[in-house]
Nanobody, 122 residues
Framework: VQLVESGGGLVQAGGTLRLRCAAS????????MSWVRQAPGKGLEWVSS?????GTTYYADSVKGRFTMTRDYTVNLQMNNLKTEDTGVYYC???????????????????WGLGTQVIVSS
């Protein structure tokens, strides 16, 4: 299983970005997928998930109403009204709980991408 993120970049606060995650070896509708981010100097933070099958989505309170997760041939994260606190490396991940609770670590999911950098300037 290989996950590859793309779409990160530098954007001003209030702007938008669309992240994508491509995968080999499986179809997205057959597994739960998640986005996790890591701000500079901080731990991993779960951002959103999409459930296999029916595609129900879940969001952290910090991004609810601003981020939208979808899937087709890729898993996507549409990020609107970006804030400086959204800055970080964004990873797509699978092989863990649909909505992880508590502290997130590299052990929470079995498969991770290498991440894509998002920088939101004020």
């Amino acid at each position: 299983v290989q996950l590859v993120e793309s779409g990160g970049g530098l954007v001003q606060a209030g702007g938008t970005l669309r992240l994508r995650c491509a995968a080999s070896a499986f179809t997205f509708s057959s597994v739960d997928m998640s986005w996790v981010r890591q701000a500079p100097g901080k731990g991993l933070e779960w951002v959103s998930s999409i459930r296999n099958g029916d595609g129900t989505t879940y969001y952290a309170d910090s991004v609810k109403g601003r981020f939208t997760m979808t899937r087709d041939y890729t898993v996507n994260l549409q990020m609107n009204n970006l804030k400086t606190e959204d800055t970080g490396v964004y990873y797509c991940a699978t092989g863990g709980p649909t909505v992880p609770r508590g502290i997130i670590s590299r052990h929470t999911f079995t498969h991770w991408g290498l991440g894509t950098q998002v920088i939101v300037s004020s």
